[in-house]
Structure formats: C-alpha cells, structure tokens
C-alpha cells in the first residue's frame, strides 16, 4: 500500500528526464573500418557497441560485441573484413533523440532487446535543409546510462 504518494511524482519526474541529460559521447568508425580495429576500439574506448558512419558523417550502420565475436570464432581473416559486411545497417537502426524521454529509451532498450540507442539528429543539406533519411549521431545512450540515472536520483531521495 501507498500512503504518501508524493515519491509519484519524483519518479514521473525520473521517467521525463531528457535524453540529452544523460546520453554520452558516441564511439564512431568508419565503414570501412576492420573488424580487428573495431574490436581495439571497443577495448580503448571502452563501450559494447560501435556506430558506423559513411564518408558524409551519415550513421549506416550498428556493431556489437557479439556480432564481432561471431566473425572471430570462424575461418575469417579479421584484418581483411571492415565492419560493413557484419553491423545491422540502416534503416533497420533503433534511434533516440535528445528531447525523447528516459522512459521512451529505455521502453527502445528493452522492446528490442539491445544494450545501446544512437541519440541522432538529421543532417542537413548545404541549404541548411534537413534531410529526412539522412542522420548524425551525437550521442549514445546505453543501460548504464539509464542505471546511472537510478543511481543518482537514489542519492538525492
Ligand atoms: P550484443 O550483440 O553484444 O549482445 P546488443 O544486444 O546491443 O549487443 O545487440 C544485439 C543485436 O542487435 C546485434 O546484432 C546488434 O548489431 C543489434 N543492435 C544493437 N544496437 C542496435 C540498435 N540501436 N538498433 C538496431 N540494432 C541494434
């Protein structure tokens, strides 16, 4: 039972958090990127997935740990093969933006059963004209970052 409802409203509160409170800087490649870089750069910069980008800083492109693991337990040759031919690829990439909520991501997170969301934003035209199919990452928002915001509204109750 409840008898003071006023904790209601904190955790509303919680939930309408802005994702551009708490997402982190996202850890890009490039498509043509091997797989043996991008295992080095999960380790250097220590994050479970990658996100690819074309030659217009266009987002194309998704990489985890396990779709890397999967290429290394075969005969494939991990310098020769970029991270293109293994990634999930547009449009099939399940994105966030700054002004969705905590709660919106982490609905995305669990729906789909993935770890991280892209924040994006359209990328523009040299009119400054958005393109609609075109986006650019400017954030990564993963389970941590959804715990963390747990953890520190925690501190403060
Ligand atoms: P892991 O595969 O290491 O457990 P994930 O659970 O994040 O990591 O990824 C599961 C699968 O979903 C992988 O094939 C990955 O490419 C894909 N994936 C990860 N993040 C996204 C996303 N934001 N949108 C679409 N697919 C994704």
Do not use: C, W
Not at 28 to 55: R, W
């Amino acid at each position: 039972y409840v008898q003071d409802s006023s904790h209601l409203t904190d955790f509303n509160e919680l939930y309408n958090i802005k994702l551009s409170k708490i997402k982190s800087v996202p850890v890009v490649v490039k498509e043509e990127t091997s797989v043996y870089n991008a295992i080095v750069t999960l380790f250097l910069e220590d994050v479970g997935s990658l996100f690819v980008i074309d030659d217009d800083e266009a987002l194309v492109g998704v990489i985890s740990r396990k779709d890397l693991l999967k290429l290394t337990i075969g005969e494939t040759d991990i310098n020769q093969v970029p991270v293109s031919v293994v990634m999930t690829r547009m449009p099939n990439i399940i994105t966030t933006r700054d002004n969705d909520t905590v709660f919106e991501a982490a609905e995305k997170l669990v729906n789909y059963e993935i770890d991280a969301l892209p924040v994006v934003e359209n990328l523009t035209d040299k009119a400054g004209v958005p393109l609609e199919d075109k986006l650019k990452v400017i954030g990564r928002v993963s389970k941590t970052n959804i715990t963390r915001v747990f953890t520190d509204f925690g501190l403060e109750m």
